[in-house]
């Protein structure tokens, strides 16, 4: 059955980190692109984040570049985000999703090319 599961949310204090994980089960990662977005109260999803197949395709949303880190470990079928200076606008549900075909494009795909969504993982920066 094929499964996403995130972890590695729970409160912080700003400028702390987190590392969050997504655990893919059921097909093999290695083919397709995988990409982190986030939701906070009353605001509409956000795509913060995207791999490619490998580490050569990897953009960030102006909203968290230069402290979000994504990666991928195809062989375990993990993706993580490593968040670092956390802000109280960080504060969202976030969730992990893989796309649904083969994808070897040249910038993000687009949300509707992500077939395979997480549960979502909550993150509270808060002092």
């Known amino acids: 059955q094929l499964q996403l599961v995130e972890s590695g949310g729970g409160l912080v204090e700003p400028g702390g980190s987190l590392r969050l994980s997504c655990a893919v089960s059921?097909?093999?990662?290695?083919?397709?692109?995988a990409g982190w977005f986030r939701q906070a109260p009353g605001k509409e999803r956000e795509a913060i984040s995207c791999?490619?197949?490998?580490?050569?395709?990897?953009k960030y949303s102006d909203s968290v570049k230069g402290r979000f880190t994504i990666s991928r470990d195809n062989a375990n079928n993990m993706v993580y985000l490593q968040m670092t200076s956390l802000k109280t606008e960080d504060t969202a549900v976030y969730y992990c999703?893989?796309?649904?075909?083969?994808?070897?494009?040249?910038?993000?795909?687009?949300?509707?090319?992500?077939?395979?969504w997480g549960q979502g993982t909550q993150v509270t920066v808060s002092s």
């Open positions: 791999i490619g197949r490998t580490d050569r395709l990897k």
């Open positions: 999703a893989v796309t649904s075909r083969y994808y070897n494009g040249p910038g993000c795909p687009g949300e509707d090319e992500y077939g395979y």
């Open positions: 059921g097909f093999t990662l290695e083919y397709y692109a």
